[in-house]
């Protein structure tokens, strides 16, 4: 299963596959390993584009008690800051960083109410760095939940990505695991807890997308 947000360049990387078979059969047939060579670039960079959009289907256990995992990717952060934009005041952050080859799906990691839902244009530093949370391009979500009160996610561009997709609209009433929105080609989102939240998971941990629990009463 593929994600919606990549139909149209799934059906352009398929197009041009199959354009790039007919020329090189075309136009380099007699050299056999000139074909098959270019012939098996072209697969397999089709490959990494449909498993770049790959959706795959997650059984969710709800549970207002847990916050799961939004994204795909490995736990980076893990520390107390001052969230400037909509809390100001001191959060506990973990941050999740997603390689390519990652699923770059996000879910709604809690049950609630969207109170708050922002998009910020700005710079594609790559996503690791300790300024993207506020000056790279990323979209701010906060869902009021039932548990945990206010919680607020980031999604984060990173060097290679160029767009977010956002699907958190404010007053939504959102279900924990379901689909919240895609960052395309590498990336991280950070989440931002009430202090004296217990954190369930690692630095370094590969954490899993609607399955990982982040967070737990």
Partial sequence: MFHKEGGKIIA??????????L????????????EKGIQILTILFLILVLQFFRN??????????????PVDGKVVVIEEV???????????????????INVHVTRYAANGIIKFSKYHPGKYLV???????TENERTTVVIETKEFGEILYRQIAGALARRIVNYA???MQVVQGEDAGFIKFGSRVD?????????????NEVAVGGKTIVALK
């Fill in 12 to 21: 352009i990387a398929t197009s041009l596959t199959i354009i790039i078979f």
């Fill in 23 to 34: 020329v090189s059969h075309k136009l380099v047939s007699d050299i056999i390993w000139l």
């Fill in 56 to 69: 795959p289907k997650r059984i969710v256990a709800i549970n207002d008690n847990h916050i799961i995992a």
């Fill in 82 to 100: 001052y969230e400037e934009e909509y809390f100001k005041d001191k959060r506990l952050q973990v941050s999740i960083f997603m390689s390519p």
């Fill in 127 to 133: 996503a690791w760095h300790p300024k993207a949370s």
């Fill in 169 to 171: 609209e404010e007053g």
């Fill in 191 to 203: 989440i931002y807890l009430p202090l004296g939240t217990k954190v369930n998971v690692k630095l």
